[in-house]
């Protein structure tokens, strides 16, 4: 009779235990699932718990306190980006006014009879005011792209966008004696894009190109969308390009550049839900993009 008393009292508690394993499991998941909505959403609320267990509930208050934690720090973060993006900008937009007074009285010194030395240093002047204003711009550019909230899209015929950017580098490609190869499909290729948005990818990418181009030029529009921006770049090589979309890089043989272009046609493209990328192969720089048609997936 003993025995089985004993068999009985095992088996009452192994399944007292089964039932506070399976409890604490469902607990358990129940943490997680919480655990991971909290990170993924800007939230006050905090975990909670239906069990009793004084170990899950200690488990709930840990991490309850370092959910505390990451909100107050991604509060000082998300606080400290936006008066770093302000402070840039207003810094920026500062600028403008005495560059454009300098700018203003250098042309007016042009007019002037000058000396060949000082005709000279005023060339640099003039050169080195150009390049401060351009920096000036991208900074500003790119701070205010930042600063951007959702893009409205609308219906754009990227060909005719892609031609106009092409058109508005004429002069640029005439100075430096390139004569661009162009393949552009016969029909529109329409997506759902901001038209200045786009606009202002095709220029920072044109650009780019000139900037690097060892003389020559290939645009191509495919019937699928994809964007291709081919040319000769022999002073870059593969680590370089790498990084050609990275904040703030440069070559050293870029002149009067930021590093920004690149970085801003990467935001605004990620913004309109597209993809850009650059490769580099036997002395030839590519940059690619992508951008989906929304009209095939309906």
């Given at each position: 009779?003993?025995?089985?008393?004993?068999?009985?009292?095992?088996?009452?508690?192994?399944?007292?235990?089964?039932?506070?394993?399976?409890?604490?499991?469902?607990?358990?998941?129940?943490?997680?699932?919480?655990?991971?909505?909290?990170?993924?959403?800007?939230?006050?609320?905090?975990?909670?718990?239906?069990?009793?267990?004084?170990?899950?509930?200690?488990?709930?208050?840990?991490?309850?306190?370092?959910?505390?934690?990451?909100?107050?720090?991604?509060?000082?973060?998300?606080?400290?980006?936006?008066?770093?993006?302000?402070?840039?900008?207003?810094?920026?937009?500062?600028?403008?006014?005495?560059?454009?007074?300098?700018?203003?009285?250098?042309?007016?010194?042009?007019?002037?009879?000058?000396?060949?030395?000082?005709?000279?240093?005023?060339?640099?002047?003039?050169?080195?005011?150009?390049?401060?204003?351009?920096?000036?711009?991208?900074?500003?550019?790119?701070?205010?792209?930042?600063?951007?909230?959702?893009?409205?899209?609308?219906?754009?015929?990227?060909?005719?966008?892609?031609?106009?950017?092409?058109?508005?580098?004429?002069?640029?490609?005439?100075?430096?004696?390139?004569?661009?190869?162009?393949?552009?499909?016969?029909?529109?290729?329409?997506?759902?894009?901001?038209?200045?948005?786009?606009?202002?990818?095709?220029?920072?990418?044109?650009?780019?190109?000139?900037?690097?181009?060892?003389?020559?030029?290939?645009?191509?529009?495919?019937?699928?969308?994809?964007?291709?921006?081919?040319?000769?770049?022999?002073?870059?090589?593969?680590?370089?390009?790498?990084?050609?979309?990275?904040?703030?890089?440069?070559?050293?043989?870029?002149?009067?550049?930021?590093?920004?272009g690149l970085s801003i046609a990467r935001t605004l493209t990620e913004q309109m839900g597209g993809s850009i990328g650059a490769e580099y192969e036997k002395g030839r720089l590519?940059?690619?993009?992508?951008?989906?048609?929304?009209?095939?997936?309906?």
């Amino acid at each position: 009779m003993l025995p089985w008393i004993l068999c009985s009292l095992l088996a009452m508690v192994a399944l007292a235990q089964a039932v506070k394993i399976r409890s604490m499991q469902r607990n358990m998941e129940e943490i997680c699932t919480m655990f991971r909505e909290r990170l993924s959403m800007d939230t006050n609320t905090l975990i909670t718990v239906s069990s009793g267990d004084r170990h899950v509930l200690r488990l709930a208050r840990e991490i309850n306190k370092e959910l505390r934690l990451l909100r107050q720090q991604r509060r000082k973060y998300l606080h400290g980006d936006l008066e770093l993006k302000e402070a840039v900008t207003n810094i920026s937009h500062d600028l403008r006014t005495p560059i454009t007074a300098i700018s203003g009285y250098l042309e007016l010194l042009e007019r002037e009879e000058k000396s060949e030395t000082v005709e000279r240093y005023l060339a640099f002047i003039c050169n080195r005011t150009q390049a401060l204003k351009q920096l000036t711009e991208e900074l500003f550019g790119y701070t205010l792209v930042l600063s951007v909230g959702q893009l409205q899209l609308v219906s754009v015929d990227v060909r005719a966008v892609l031609e106009e950017s092409i058109l508005s580098f004429h002069g640029a490609m005439c100075e430096r004696q390139i004569v661009p190869a162009i393949r552009l499909p016969e029909h529109k290729v329409v997506r759902q894009l901001e038209p200045g948005a786009l606009s202002r990818i095709f220029g920072n990418v044109l650009h780019n190109a000139l900037k690097y181009s060892d003389g020559d030029l290939c645009v191509e529009l495919g019937e699928d969308g994809h964007i291709l921006f081919e040319n000769g770049a022999s002073g870059l090589d593969g680590t370089q390009v790498g990084k050609l979309f990275h904040r703030y890089f440069t070559v050293e043989t870029a002149c009067n550049a930021t590093g920004l272009g690149l970085s801003i046609a990467r935001t605004l493209t990620e913004q309109m839900g597209g993809s850009i990328g650059a490769e580099y192969e036997k002395g030839r720089l590519r940059i690619w993009m992508d951008f989906p048609d929304s009209t095939s997936k309906q």
